[in-house]
């Protein structure tokens, strides 16, 4: 096994089986023509960009996919994960992770940004036109409070569902199944099995389970 995928699964937040090939195979088999050439197409993007990414467990990468990594940064991403069209995935700095769980979806035209650590849990969905940054980017000081932290790391758990147009802000941790609604910007913890949505993001009731 080497380093990269030793990390992977030593992660504490990540540290779960990876999800057997029988169920990918199985999977395959039901899908119509069309998608399987898309996922074939997929997997052989992946191929070309694998030395942009740290892990090597199979994923689809569709097209328009923006990898960047500056420094010694690392990006890791579990097997079966898809990165959708249009997607940037930033990591710079030293020793800023980017690590996205197995079974991952990642919707079109999301950004995911981390400066030191983003960390997305297994089986969790991420809807189109997100922004998920651990970073505020520019040094500022406020009158009362002086110099504002401008990085802080942020974990999203396992099972979870991110709607449309939100906004994960430095700092954050996210529970395992939870529901973010459309549009949220979230800049406070959520605890698990929680629904929240609003601008600020707040808990507005219970979740029991959500399917895909």
């Known amino acids: 096994m080497d380093h990269a995928n030793r990390q992977w699964l030593e992660t504490p937040h990540l540290a779960e089986e990876q999800p057997a090939w029988g169920r990918f195979w199985h999977r395959f088999q039901e899908m119509s023509l069309r998608e399987k050439r898309q996922m074939m197409t997929g ?10 990414i740290d892990s090597r467990e199979p994923i689809v990468l569709e097209a328009g996919v923006d990898i960047l990594k500056k420094g010694k940064g690392k990006i890791l991403i579990g097997r079966g ?3 959708s069209r249009g997607c940037v995935l930033r990591v710079g700095g030293e020793g800023a992770l980017l690590s996205i769980g197995p079974r991952v979806i990642v919707g ?3 950004r995911l940004m981390a400066a030191t650590q983003v960390r997305i849990g297994a089986c969790s969905m991420i809807s189109w036109n997100c922004s998920i940054f651990d970073s505020i ?9 002086g110099q504002v932290e401008i990085e802080a790391p942020i974990t999203i758990g396992n099972d979870v569902w991110i709607g449309p147009y939100s906004i994960i802000m430095k700092g954050v941790t996210i529970g395992d199944n939870v529901i973010i609604g459309a549009g949220s910007v979230v800049r406070r913890d959520v605890p698990a099995n929680s629904l929240a949505y609003g601008n600020p993001a707040r808990v507005a009731g219970q979740v029991d389970r959500w399917e895909r």
Do not use: C, I
């Not at 980017?137 to 409070?145: A, D, F, S």
């Open 43 to 52: 997997f052989l993007r992946f191929l070309w960009q694998r030395r942009k």
């Open 81 to 83: 994960s898809r990165v």
């Open 108 to 110: 079109p035209n999301t």
């Open 137 to 145: 980017g520019h040094r500022m000081w406020l009158e009362r409070t």
